[in-house]
Each structure stands twice: as C-alpha cells, then as structure tokens.
C-alpha cells in the first residue's frame, strides 16, 4: 500500500508546454506539500495545502498553480515551462510530527 | 529565522566503520529537527526527529542523532556503516516548531560507503 503517490515518474516535454503532476494520498493527513528538489540535490518548499486550503505559498512563479480537489490528493500544474523547471518534484503530507514523501517526478524539459 | 548547515557535502566510510554527519542549526526557539535519507532515484525516508523530548533520539536501521543546544548541533551517528547506508542524507529543521509547517531543508551530505 503506497502511502504517497505520484504520477508520472518521469515526465519529459518541450519548452512551452503545459503539464501537470499528481499527487494522492491514502494516509488520512490534511497537510500536503509540494517541494522542488533541483540538480543539487536541494530541496525547497512550494506549496503547502491543509484541509484543501493553501497556507504556504513560498516565491514560486505563478506559472504553478497547485490545486486540491479534496483533502487526499494536491495537483501540481505548470503552464508555459521553461528549462529551469527541469527537477524532481516531490509531493509530501504530514501527520503532526512528522512529514511522508512521495517517490518523485523528474521532470525535463527540452 | 530557522536554518540548517551541514558541514560536509560529502563522507566516505568504510564497511563497518562508525558515520557521523554534522548538522548545526539556527533557530529562535526551541526547535523540531529531523535527519531524512534518499537513497538514489527514490523518495525521502524520515530517519529520525527531535521534538523538544529526549535530547538523544534513537531512529530506523541503526542510526541516532543528539541534541545540543548548547553547540546548536544534531550530529547523526551510527556505530557501523553498512553498503546500504550509501545515500543522501538530509538534516532538517521545523519552520515554526511543527513538522506541518515548513520545512527548511540543509544542503544534504552524500555518504558513500566502500567495501
């Protein structure tokens, strides 16, 4: 049972185009994240959503809009992308103490 | 503001010698602190937290981490390191003192292990 999951794993398009990652998960929380982990390995914060309503919005460009259907699931769209938003894009969401990541999408962008 | 530095981007060990990786973090308060680990091409995995309880914190496949506040560190140790310990390991700080808000990553310190 995947407790946080993602679609696609890999995800390559041209510049330009508009995409979107989804993110599910089975664990009951009402926070989910969204992070950015570039070619260094470093990972930032997006995006936070509790209970469907976003709470952290950090400099992202408004080319990424996230959207919460419901409590369970955080979608990721990324209009016009550009090749710096080539990276992997983690989904997480969290218990009190404690945060559950997704397994990733690389995205690349050509 | 809250932030993490760790002080190596990069550790080799051999098989079954001790791993120490070091974390120092800045914080106005007393903090949440946690150590991650992403082994290549997969997810994070929450190696162990720090939530304002026992200074020494015990967490999954061997590893422990100390709090001290007086050095505003949280080390990560293990006695022995095994072939799949070789990872990215991450130290991590709670924006605010709770895991459910935001999480200020460290640059992350790549551990290789040799045979």
């Known amino acids: 049972d995947t407790a946080v999951s993602q679609t696609p794993k890999y995800l390559v398009t041209q510049m330009g185009n508009d995409k979107s990652i989804k993110c599910e998960q089975n664990?009951?929380?009402?926070?989910m994240y969204w992070y950015k982990q570039d070619s260094k390995k470093f990972l930032k914060i997006m995006f936070s959503?509790?209970?469907?309503?976003?709470?952290i919005n950090e400099t992202v460009p408004n080319r990424f809009s996230p959207k919460s259907p419901d409590k369970a699931h955080l979608n990721l769209h990324i209009n016009s992308l550009e090749l710096g938003d080539s990276a992997v894009y983690f989904c997480?969401?969290?218990?009190?103490?404690?945060?559950?990541f997704g397994p990733g999408t690389r995205l690349t962008v050509t | 503001a809250q932030s993490v530095t760790q002080l190596d981007s990069h550790v080799s060990v051999s098989e079954g010698t001790p791993v120490l990786l070091r974390c120092n973090y800045s914080?106005?308060?007393?903090?949440?602190l946690f150590w991650y680990v992403q082994h290549p091409n997969k997810g994070l995995q929450l190696l162990l937290k720090?939530?304002?309880?026992?200074?020494l914190v015990k967490g999954i496949n061997g590893f422990e981490a100390e709090f001290k506040k007086s050095e505003t560190s949280f080390h990560l140790t293990k006695p022995s390191a095994h072939m799949s310990d070789a990872a990215e390991y991450f130290c991590?700080?709670?924006?605010?003192?709770?895991?459910?808000?935001?999480?200020?990553f460290g640059a992350g310190t790549q551990v290789v292990v040799t045979p």
């Open positions: 959503y509790n209970n469907k309503e976003l709470i």
């Open positions: 991590v700080v709670g924006v605010g003192g709770d895991s459910w808000g935001k999480l200020q």
């Open positions: 664990l009951g929380h009402d926070t």
């Open positions: 997480a969401s969290s218990s009190a103490y404690e945060q559950y």
């Open positions: 720090y939530t304002s309880a026992a200074t």
């Open positions: 914080s106005s308060y007393s903090p949440s």
